[in-house]
């Protein structure tokens, strides 16, 4: 079985979400949208595989908001067609994040500013807790997805839909595939001076991801093998 994995920025990683698919027996074919030397220029030119021939698609998180059309206007195109294909095709999707939103607006939803960003560890209110735990998942965003129609969302907290499904697809505006790395990573990559700006302690967020490992290793399985199983397996 064949998995596309998008990688938007050199800084995340698919994680716990890809070591997961690699159980479940999934070779991992893995792009990155923006080099390592362009991240804070990240208006490059960017030629997407074609959605056809995949068993599943993963688009990651990204530091840039999907309707920055000055910093991704170059790209960001060709992603949502790429998704919008995958799904008349049925091929699943699992996005995450900035994937979450990609998906959301490439199915005719839409994405807004956040009425306020979460950074850190926060439980979510769930419909289905055998397929979305309530967490604690690690959060960093500042915007929010506008549902597309016929979708459904399986889970929420004050600030935006936390996840929803369509079709074959699932989004999640939560990082399940976050390890302690990638959260060093973001502070290095100026994640830390955000965190100060809204009141979040940089050294705690990375020593509580820290703690968080076995927990998080756990919701990320429940939520792949529920994701495989119960949305991109289906009719």
Request: glycine share 10%; hydrophobic share 40%; charged share 20%.
């Amino acid at each position: 079985m064949r998995a596309l994995v998008l990688m938007h920025d050199h800084a995340t990683e698919p994680g716990l979400i890809g070591a997961r698919l690699c159980e479940h027996g999934y070779d991992l074919t893995t792009v990155t949208v923006v080099p390592e030397d362009r991240y804070h220029s990240p208006d490059v030119s960017f030629d997407f595989p074609d959605a056809e021939g995949w068993d599943l698609i993963v688009s990651l998180g990204a530091p840039w908001s999907v309707y920055d059309e000055t910093a991704i206007g170059s790209w960001i195109g060709g992603e949502l067609a790429l998704l919008r294909k995958a799904h008349h095709l049925g091929v699943p999707v699992l996005g995450v994040c900035f994937g979450a939103q990609a998906l959301a607006t490439a199915l005719g939803g839409s994405v807004e500013a956040a009425p306020r960003p979460e950074i850190g560890w926060t439980r979510i209110d769930t419909d289905d807790a055998s397929l979305i735990p309530d967490g604690p998942w690690f959060q960093w965003h500042y915007d929010r997805c506008v549902l597309p129609p016929g979708a459904t969302e399986v889970a929420r907290n004050a600030v935006c839909a936390q996840a929803f499904r369509t079709g074959r697809s699932l989004g999640v505006q939560f990082h399940p595939e976050i390890t302690t790395d990638v959260v060093r990573r973001y502070l290095h990559l100026g994640g830390g001076k955000q965190c100060v700006r809204h009141g979040v302690d940089p050294e705690e967020l990375l020593a509580h991801s820290r703690a968080m490992e076995p927990v998080a290793r756990d919701n990320a399985r429940r939520l792949v093998d529920g994701f495989l199983h119960r949305v991109g397996g289906a009719d």
